[in-house]
């Protein structure tokens, strides 16, 4: 078997070794990013509806309906938006609705496939009590199909044909969009967002080296280690959650995942223990005489930080350091918080797919989500 870090090291291995293209995809997200920002130039029927919006004035709150990559679209809106939003804000991932949701709420749904019956029960809720409701999801899908009973505005995906795990941004831009409309959230500066996607691309491409690649760095990390990312900041916090979604999803590696300060309450514990225990060994620790140390029971760290927004997070990485822990630390010094959430989530994006390369993960490897849904449904 080849060794991970040798074929991460290789551009020419790892494009051989990429099942699917993930890494091209990912490398599109600046792209994606840009198409669906011109939502109103692309699709005609946009533009009415973000106007109908408008329109309508701001609602006594918003509701986000989100299942799966739906429900990270639905954090990273509340994100995005921040504490200082003019009206609540609650993420809800259906089928049912809390009894207070009604015709002054803006509910907003977001799904890259259109297929969930827990939202399309929820969205067919929402109908019934007459809320004011956009739906973002393939045109062609079960949702879009439920939006016209439910008298709901339609806002289509225009990215069906990407993977489903790739569709994030042509789902939460067009979301964005429709708050924005709403009166929640200042004009975004879409372009500064593809852009941040743009400079991922770069600093995390193929062709790095592990050693200045932060993206192949974790990922070499978390195939040898259990992982636990640990975020400072709003953004942080969804970038740490897609890096443990998508490390599951594609390579079937478990990361866990906490935010700052409330890591304080329970898993500031990996730093005791048999972490502690083993720190001293990672000293002396040398791949070339001792193996791949696979399986090791002592986790490695990622921090995820923004720039100026958890103090505490320098704290944090003092002590991991002291311990001689590993830990690779990324953090998003771009000026806005929709830039911050480009960038970090391409490198979890792109994390993920370097990670699935290096343990070799197959076709086989996500079935178990389709095997779920038969099993579960209705």
């Avoid at 993930?22 to 994606?32: E, H, I, K």
């Avoid at 790739?166 to 708050?179: E, G, H, K, N, T």
């Amino acid at each position: 078997m080849t060794n991970p870090e040798e074929l991460l090291a290789d551009p020419q291995a790892l494009e051989e070794a990429d099942q699917g293209g993930t890494l091209r995809l990912v490398a599109m997200s600046g792209a994606r990013i840009r198409r669906a920002a011109a939502l109103r130039e692309l699709d005609p029927e946009a533009g009415p509806v973000l106007d109908a919006v408008a329109a309508d004035g701001r609602p006594r709150a918003l509701v986000l309906l989100g299942y799966g990559t739906g429900a990270t679209v639905a954090k990273l809106i509340s994100a995005v938006v921040g504490a200082g939003a003019s009206v609540p804000i609650l993420s809800v991932p259906g089928p049912a609705l809390p009894g207070w949701i009604g015709p002054l709420d803006l509910v907003v749904v977001a799904s890259t496939t259109g297929r969930s019956p827990e939202i399309a029960a929820a969205l067919t809720e929402a109908g019934r009590r007459g809320c004011r409701i956009v739906v973002v999801a393939p045109p062609t899908s079960e949702l879009a199909r439920l939006a016209g009973p439910a008298r709901a505005a339609l806002l289509g995906m225009a990215d069906a044909s990407a993977p489903v795990w790739a569709r994030l941004w042509s789902v939460a831009i067009p979301a964005l969009l429709a708050v924005e409309a709403a009166g929640i959230l200042p004009a975004q500066s879409y372009e500064a967002a593809a852009a941040a996607a743009d400079d991922a691309a770069v600093r995390f491409r193929p062709s790095q080296e592990p050693f200045v690649n932060p993206a192949k760095e974790i990922a070499l990390r978390c195939a040898e280690h259990p992982l636990a990312a640990w975020s400072a900041g709003p953004i942080a916090t969804v970038a740490a959650g897609r890096l443990a979604d998508q490390a599951a999803l594609r390579a079937g590696r478990p990361v866990l995942h906490a935010s700052l300060p409330d890591l304080g309450r329970g898993q500031l514990g990996l730093l005791d223990g048999s972490a502690a225990a083993s720190s001293e060994a990672d000293l002396f620790y040398d791949p070339e005489v001792d193996g791949p140390r696979t399986g090791s029971a002592a986790p490695a760290f990622v921090l995820l930080s923004e720039a100026q927004v958890e103090p505490r997070a320098a704290v944090v990485e003092a002590m991991l350091n002291e311990r001689n822990l590993p830990l690779s630390t990324v953090v998003a010094e771009q000026a806005t918080t929709l830039e911050r959430a480009a960038y970090l989530i391409a490198l979890a994006d792109f994390t993920a797919c370097y990670l699935a390369i290096a343990v070799g993960a197959g076709p086989d490897q996500g079935k178990a989500i389709e095997e779920f849904k038969l099993r579960t449904a209705q």
